[in-house]
C-alpha cells in the first residue's frame, strides 16, 4: 500500500472511531509501528488528529463539508456502498417500495437493479438513471420541482403524485440523527416531501452513515421513534442504538463477515 | 421445581354474544404472589369470576394440584380453599369482627346442660390468634362499621384464612386505598405468602405491581400476552404490553434466503434430559430453542458441541454423519458454542485477545510448527475491526473488558474458525442493550453468509424476534414448532406451560 493511501485508510478508520492505538493500526496495515507514527505525525500536521500516549484522536471539526454526491469523497463510499446493502436485503421481491433521494439511495438503486417484479417509485432523478432499462423493475417518477445542486424533485407536484399510492416500506435518507431533534434535513421543502411519503407507506427506513448521528440539519424531519427501521455501520454512537431500541425501532448495521 | 397449585388453559367466556375471554391462561404456584394486569374491559374480572366459582367457563379447562375441576358455585371453590376478595367486602357492619370472621362457619360451642351454646371466649381466643397470625392491628371486638376500608379488607382476609385458604384472589385492592393503607395491605399479602397462601390480584396500576408481585400475567382482549417473573421485566415494557405493542418489532431480524441442510437429529436422547429430539436447520436460518429453565435446550447444544455423549439418536452435519465425540471433533466439522458462561467454558480470561481468538485454530497460523505471531496478529486485527471489537490492545488479558466486548471475542474465535453451524446458548444475557443490539446484527450477517444459527434464549421476546422458527421444549422432549404468523408470545407460553404429560 502507498503511503496516501495509507493515509486515507487511517483518516476513514479514524472518522469511524474517533481514536485508534498504533499498535492496532500497524497490525491492522500490516506495517511497523514506527510507520505508523510517522504516518500520524503528518496527519497531526495537517490538522487531522492529535497523538496521544499509543494511539491518536480525531480533531473535532467546527465546519464540516457538506453531504456528498455519489462521486466524490471515496473515502465514505464505500461505508455507503456497505449500508445500502443491508438496506436491499430488506426489499423482497413483489414489494413496492419508495426510494427518497441521497447519495445512499442512489447505492441501493444500484444494488436492486437485477431485481425481479419490483416497483420503485422515486423522486431522485439519479435514482431513476441508475433503475430505467432494468427488465425487472416497474419504475416509476414523481415528477416536481428539482431542488437545487441535487437531484431530487420536491414541492406540490411531487405530493400529488403519492395520491393514490401505497408502498410497503420507504428508504429515505437524511442529513443528521440526533437525540434531541431527531432526524433532520437540508431543506424544509424536503422534509415536508419526506412526510408526505411516510404517510403512505407502510413502514419507513432511514439510512444513514455513522458520522451522521449527532448531526443537526437545517430543516426537522421527524422524531428519532416515528420511523421503524434504520440502517448504517456498526460504528453508531452506543446512545442512538440503546434509545432506538427502546423506541421500538430495529437497528440494522453493517458487519463485515464473509 | 414446585408444583402448580391451579391452572388456568384457553379459558373462554362470552357474555350475550360478546367474548369477554377468548383463551386465556394463568398458572400460580403455592405462596407465590400473582399479578393479573391488564386495561379495563382485558377480561381480568371475569377470569378471576371462573377461578373463584362465581362464574363457569365455555371453553378451556381448570387445574387444581393437576387434577381438572370445575367449580359448581362459589361455594364449592372456597370449599376448596379459594376465597375471591371484592372491593367491596360483604361483611355485616353491624356486627363485630370476631362475628364477621366466624360467620357461616360452625363456632366453637360449649355445653351448658342442657344446651350448646357459642363459647365466646374461644372465639376470641381464636380471632386473636388469627389476626396474630396475620400481624393485623385490629381488635376482635371492634365494630365493623367503625372501621376503615383496609381494615374492613382485612377482616375479609382473615374469615378467608380461618377456612384453610389456599387461593387468595383480590379484585383492585387498592383502588380505593391511601398510599399507607396499600403499604399495609402488601405488608399483609407478604406475610399471608409466607403462610404457604397463593395471592392473585388484579390491578391496573403497574408501579404497584413491580413492588409486591413474584410473577405476572398480562391480559389483552380476553388473551393472556405474556407472562413473566416480576424481575424480569421493566415497568415500561408492562405497560407496553398491556397497550398492545409487540415488544417482539425492536429485533432487527434481517430476511435470509433459505439454503440446503446444514444439521439434521433424528431421535436423540441423553437419559433422563433428552428424550426423541428431531430437528432440521438450514443455511440461512436462526433456529430458536426455547422452554422453561431445565427443558433440556442447553443439553442439546452441548451433545452437538460434544461435551455430552447421546444414548441413541443421529445426527448429520451438512448432510454427512456425524458422530460426536469431543469439541475438537466438533469445531474440525465446523461448529461453533457460544455461551453466556465466558469465563468457564468460552475465553481465557487472562490471555489477550489475539490469543483466545486464534485458540482453537492454530493450523492457520502455524507454519511449520511455530505460531507466526505477524499473521495471528493481522488476521486477528481484521476480527476486532469487523466485530468493532473495543480492545487496549490485542494482547491485553480479556477479563478488563466489558461483557459485551468478552462475547465479541468469543464470537471472533468460532469466525476464524469458519464455523458452518453456530450454537447460541444465552448469548446476550447480562449485555447492555447497545452491546445486544451488535450482537444481533453480526447473527444477522452470519446468516447471510450462510451459516446456520441455534438460539438458545430465555428472552422470550428476543427469541420470538430474531428466529425464523421456534421449538418450544418442555421436561426434556420437542412440545411444539412455530413458524411464521404463528410465532406468537401466547403460543409459545401454551406450549412451554402445558400441564406436565404422565410419565
Redesign the interface.
Known amino acids: 500500500m502507498f503511503v496516501a493511501e495509507r493515509h486515507e485508510r487511517i483518516r476513514s478508520i479514524l472518522i469511524k472511531k474517533r481514536h485508534i492505538?498504533v499498535?492496532?493500526l500497524g497490525?491492522?496495515l500490516?506495517v511497523s509501528e514506527g510507520t505508523i507514527r510517522r504516518d500520524l505525525d503528518k496527519l497531526e500536521h495537517q490538522g487531522f488528529l492529535t497523538k496521544t500516549h499509543g494511539g491518536a484522536v480525531l480533531n473535532d471539526r467546527i465546519d464540516e463539508p457538506p453531504l456528498p454526491s455519489d462521486d466524490t469523497e471515496s473515502m465514505l463510499a464505500d461505508d455507503y456502498r456497505a449500508v445500502s446493502k443491508?438496506a436491499a436485503?430488506?426489499v423482497?421481491n413483489n414489494d413496492a417500495i419508495f426510494v427518497a433521494g441521497g447519495a445512499i439511495a442512489v447505492n441501493l438503486a444500484q444494488q436492486l437493479k437485477d431485481r425481479q417484479r419490483l416497483t420503485i417509485m422515486t423522486n431522485d432523478l439519479e435514482v431513476g438513471r441508475q433503475l430505467s432499462g432494468c427488465a425487472g423493475v416497474r419504475l416509476i417518477i414523481t415528477g416536481g420541482n428539482v431542488l437545487q445542486a441535487a437531484y431530487v424533485m420536491v414541492g406540490p407536484l411531487a405530493e400529488r403524485s403519492l395520491e393514490g399510492v401505497f408502498v410497503d416500506r420507504a428508504f429515505i435518507c437524511v442529513r443528521g440523527v440526533d437525540l434531541v431533534h431527531g432526524y433532520t434535513v437540508d431543506m424544509p421543502e424536503e422534509a415536508e416531501f419526506l412526510r408526505a411519503v411516510m404517510r403512505v407507506a407502510k413502514e419507513t427506513v432511514v439510512m444513514a452513515v455513522c458520522t451522521q448521528f449527532d448531526r443537526v440539519g437545517f430543516a426537522p424531519l421527524c422524531e428519532l421513534g416515528a420511523i421503524?427501521?434504520l440502517v448504517s455501520n456498526?460504528?453508531v454512537p452506543?446512545?442512538y442504538?440503546?434509545f432506538l431500541?427502546?423506541?421500538?425501532?430495529?437497528?440494522?448495521?453493517?458487519?463485515?463477515?464473509? | 421445581m414446585a408444583e402448580w397449585l391451579v391452572q388456568m388453559r384457553a379459558i373462554s367466556k362470552h357474555f350475550e354474544g360478546q367474548y369477554a375471554l377468548k383463551g386465556a391462561d394463568l398458572s400460580v404456584r403455592a405462596g407465590e404472589i400473582h399479578a393479573l394486569i391488564g386495561e379495563n374491559g382485558a377480561g381480568k374480572s371475569t377470569l378471576m369470576k371462573i377461578l373463584a366459582g362465581a362464574l363457569s367457563p365455555d371453553a378451556g379447562q381448570l387445574l387444581f394440584e393437576g387434577e381438572p375441576v370445575q367449580w359448581s358455585g362459589s361455594k364449592a371453590a372456597r370449599d376448596a380453599g379459594f376465597v375471591m376478595v371484592y372491593q367491596e367486602p360483604c361483611l355485616y357492619p353491624e356486627l363485630t369482627v370476631e362475628e364477621n370472621i366466624f360467620l357461616g362457619r360452625k363456632p366453637p360451642l360449649r355445653f351448658v346442660f342442657p344446651f350448646h351454646i357459642i363459647d365466646w371466649r374461644q372465639v376470641r381466643t381464636m380471632t386473636k390468634e388469627l389476626l396474630g397470625k396475620l400481624q393485623f392491628d385490629l381488635s376482635p371486638g371492634a365494630r365493623v362499621a367503625d372501621l376503615g376500608l383496609a381494615e374492613r379488607q382485612m377482616v375479609e382476609v382473615a374469615r378467608a384464612l380461618g377456612t384453610h385458604l389456599r387461593l387468595l384472589i383480590l379484585d383492585e385492592p387498592t383502588a380505593a386505598l391511601s398510599e399507607p393503607e396499600s403499604k399495609q395491605l402488601f405488608r399483609m399479602l407478604r406475610q399471608m405468602r409466607r403462610l404457604g397462601v397463593a395471592i392473585i390480584f388484579i390491578s391496573h396500576r403497574v408501579s404497584e405491581i413491580a413492588e409486591i408481585a413474584d410473577r405476572i400475567t398480562v391480559l389483552r382482549d380476553g388473551r393472556t400476552v405474556a407472562t413473566r417473573e416480576a424481575n424480569a421485566i421493566d415497568v415500561?415494557d408492562l405497560v407496553a404490553l398491556m397497550a398492545g405493542?409487540e415488544?417482539s418489532?425492536?429485533?432487527?431480524?434481517?430476511?435470509?434466503p433459505r439454503g440446503r441442510e446444514i444439521l439434521r437429529v433424528e431421535d436423540l436422547s441423553v437419559e433422563p434430559i433428552l428424550r426423541e429430539i428431531n430437528l432440521t436447520l438450514y443455511e440461512g436460518e436462526i433456529l430458536g430453542l426455547g422452554g422453561m429453565a431445565g427443558s433440556g435446550r442447553t443439553a442439546l447444544a452441548q451433545v452437538l458441541f460434544g461435551l455430552k455423549r447421546p444414548n441413541k439418536g443421529r445426527i448429520w452435519i451438512e448432510g454427512k454423519p456425524f458422530h460426536v465425540r469431543n469439541p475438537a471433533e466438533a469445531i474440525r466439522r465446523g461448529i461453533g458454542f457460544v455461551t453466556e458462561d465466558r469465563a468457564n467454558l468460552g475465553l481465557a480470561m487472562e490471555m489477550g485477545t489475539a490469543e483466545n481468538i486464534t485458540l482453537s485454530k492454530l493450523q492457520d497460523v502455524t507454519g511449520a510448527g511455530i505460531i507466526q505471531s505477524r499473521i495471528e496478529?493481522?488476521k486477528?486485527?481484521?476480527c476486532?475491526?469487523?466485530?468493532?471489537i473495543i480492545?487496549?490492545?490485542?494482547h491485553t488479558p480479556v477479563k478488563v473488558m466489558s461483557g459485551g466486548n468478552q462475547q465479541k471475542v468469543v464470537l471472533g474465535r468460532t469466525?476464524f474458525c469458519n464455523c458452518r453451524l453456530l450454537l447460541l446458548d444465552e448469548p446476550t444475557r447480562g449485555l447492555?442493550?447497545?452491546s445486544?443490539?451488535?450482537m444481533y446484527?453480526?447473527m444477522?450477517?452470519?446468516i447471510?453468509?450462510g451459516t446456520g444459527i441455534l438460539l438458545i434464549s430465555s428472552d422470550l421476546p428476543e427469541l420470538l424476534g430474531m428466529c425464523n422458527r421456534v421449538l418450544v421444549m418442555k421436561q426434556g422432549r420437542i412440545a411444539g414448532e412455530l413458524k411464521g404468523s404463528a410465532v406468537t408470545e401466547e403460543n409459545f407460553l401454551r406450549l412451554a406451560y402445558a400441564p406436565n404429560e404422565p410419565r
Open positions: 492505538e499498535a492496532v497490525a491492522m500490516g443491508v436485503c430488506l423482497q421503524q427501521k456498526k460504528e452506543d446512545t442504538k440503546q431500541f427502546q423506541q421500538n425501532v430495529q437497528v440494522f448495521t453493517t458487519y463485515d463477515i464473509e | 415500561e405493542h415488544l418489532s425492536r429485533y432487527p431480524k434481517l430476511p435470509a496478529d493481522a486477528v486485527a481484521e476486532v475491526e469487523r466485530l468493532g480492545t487496549r490492545g490485542l469466525l447492555d442493550i447497545a445486544k443490539v451488535d446484527n453480526i444477522n450477517h452470519l447471510l453468509a
